[in-house]
């Protein structure tokens, strides 16, 4: 039975303990939980901390200059950007299996992160915004069968070899309480009420292979659904609402011409922690309006459906 402001001391203290006089780089995915965790850890040990942003090429419409205005701007945070996105295409290029996009990526992430480590002359250790819902579903559940559902890339996705210890304040607690938390460190609400969003970004809603062109659809439809959704006064209902680009092709008729084009499916769901999640059961005339605007407006697309699947069976993400 704690309070956010006591666990925020806390928290502080133990980084401290942790942290001594070493070198961290925390990495920043844009999302609530790396931001909550590099403000905390910040407050605990100021310039030993190295903010760095991996632009992997698989981020939302605008998100790197938002992230590079809150840090810089707001924070006055020191942040690396880096841009990373060639090589993150050139290593999914050809792979489709789920886990092995989620593997690349994780080792990716250190790669980069260990790059920038011997830049600034070494770190003794990685942050990052790991939650508790992470962990569980990133381990086997010990005594009951050897299940993994998805590698988390945070957790499941590091590799054996990384040099860097973890530093990971938010380790056990939930989505809300990482929320209450950035509100006790000043974030807005606007800020900590931003849906989450998936450190593999993209590429884990381009089921088959990945591609800069893809994505570059991808972005703009998923633009259009958001931009829907906020000015229906949504956004605050939902707990995550994404657009996922098939790797299906089908037949469609534009004007006069026949089009033969890409399928996507939009995803909307509420839950309180990630862990279950019911479908968000839109009006038609809003499923249609998203749909009409996506099809006239983002060349490559030419059908739209709508995810009706909870979770279980489903899971949020499509990989
Ligand atoms: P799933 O798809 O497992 O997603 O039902 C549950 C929640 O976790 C997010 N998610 C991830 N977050 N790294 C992350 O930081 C990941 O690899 C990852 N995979 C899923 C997902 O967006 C949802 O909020």
């Known amino acids: 039975d704690w309070t956010m402001a006591e666990f925020r001391a806390t928290k502080i203290a133990e980084i401290r303990e942790q942290v001594g006089t070493g070198r961290v780089i925390c990495g920043l995915s844009g999302g609530v939980d790396s931001s909550v965790a590099a403000i905390l850890i910040h407050e605990a040990i100021g310039d030993q901390l190295t903010c760095v942003f991996v632009d992997h090429g698989l981020l939302r419409m605008n998100e790197r200059e938002q992230v590079e205005t809150l840090f810089r701007d707001h924070y006055n945070i020191p942040l690396v950007v880096v841009d990373a996105e060639a090589r993150f295409m050139a290593g999914l290029d050809g792979v489709t299996d789920p886990e092995k996009k989620r593997k690349f990526i994780g080792a990716e992430f250190i790669n980069v992160f260990e790059e920038e480590a011997a830049k600034i002359g070494g770190a003794d250790f990685l942050a990052q915004g790991t939650l508790y819902p992470d962990v569980i579903e990133s381990v086997s559940f010990t005594g009951g ?10 957790v499941g996705g590091l590799p054996e070899r990384m040099n860097m210890k973890l530093v990971e304040p938010l380790r056990e607690l939930f989505k809300d309480e990482v929320r209450a938390l950035g509100r006790e460190l000043g974030l807005n609400d606007q ?8 450190g ?3 590429a884990i809603r ?3 292979e990945v591609t800069k062109e893809r994505c570059d659809i991808l972005r703009k439809a998923d633009a259009v659904y958001l931009e829907e959704i906020r000015s229906a006064g949504l956004y ?8 996922v680009l098939l790797p299906v092709r089908t037949v469609g008729v534009m004007g006069d011409a026949r089009t033969y084009d890409s399928v996507c499916a939009l995803r909307a769901v509420t839950s309180t922690d ?29 059908r739209v459906v709508y995810d009706y699947t909870s979770k279980p069976p489903g899971t949020i993400e499509w990989e």
Do not use: C
């Open 145 to 154: 069968p050897s299940v993994t559902i998805k590698s988390h890339h945070n």
């Open 206 to 208: 381009i089921p088959g």
């Open 274 to 302: 990630g862990m279950t999640a019911d479908i968000y059961p839109f009006d038609a005339a809003f499923l249609s309006r998203v749909s009409t605007r996506i099809i006239n407006e983002v060349k490559g697309i030419n």
């Open 200 to 202: 593999p970004g993209l």
């Open 236 to 243: 605050d209902a939902i707990w995550q609402a994404f657009a």
């Open 191 to 198: 800020f900590v009420g931003r849906h989450p969003f998936p």
